[in-house]
């Protein structure tokens, strides 16, 4: 019976969630598996991935084929090292103590490299933030500039008519005013 380590598939449409599982190479996709391994999560930025290393260790051991997929995520979360390195246990080339700490030392480093993303998606997201904000207040001074332009223009625009309009009634004023005193010097 060949076995191979690989993804399936759980979640909703669109939103998917894997189990790494070692299962039969001739059962379904989503079907019977041997041992659930870890999950891995996409939808999360970074993928958030949980496995048992020495589970799949084991299962290494024992001969079983990743998928390419289940292989990227094991040397990832360090799995095929650690096989590499209980290899070389076993032909005698490293002790235990050598194999756990240069593990130790990659695991420490892989860790630091994810914390670093994982900062730099932050401050990325931050400053994406912090410019949309930026730029949401130039428009909205831009748009009351906008506003207390047109009120000037509006309210511009009705003075002179009234101030027109008063020249007018002044003047009409004046005209009779200019009649009567015509009319008594006549007399």
């Known amino acids: 019976m060949s076995v191979k380590i690989r ?15 070692a299962a039969d190479a001739r059962s379904k996709r989503d079907g ?35 998928t390419d997929t289940a292989k990227a995520i094991l040397s990832y979360k360090g ?12 032909k005698g080339a490293l002790t235990q103590e050598q194999a756990d700490a240069k593990l130790a030392a990659w695991l420490e480093a892989k860790s630091g490299k994810v914390d670093a993303k994982k ?33 000037a223009d509006a309210i511009a625009a009705a003075t002179p008519a009234v101030e027109e309009v008063t020249e007018v009634e002044a003047s009409t004023e004046e005209a009779p005013a200019a009649e009567e005193n015509n009319e008594t010097t006549e007399a």
């Open 7 to 21: 993804l399936q598939r759980h979640g909703k449409k669109g939103k998917p969630f894997y189990w790494v599982v």
């Open 32 to 66: 019977k598996y041997l041992e659930k391994i870890g999950t891995y999560n996409p939808n999360t930025n970074p993928a958030t991935i949980d496995l048992n290393l020495d589970s799949a260790v084991r299962w290494l051991n024992n001969g079983a084929q990743p």
């Open 79 to 90: 799995a095929l090292l650690k096989h590499h390195l209980e290899g070389g246990i076993r």
């Open 119 to 151: 900062d730099g998606l932050t401050k990325a997201q931050a400053d994406a933030k912090a410019k949309a904000f930026k730029a949401e207040q130039d428009v909205n001074a831009k748009r009351l500039a906008a506003a207390a332009k047109a009120e």
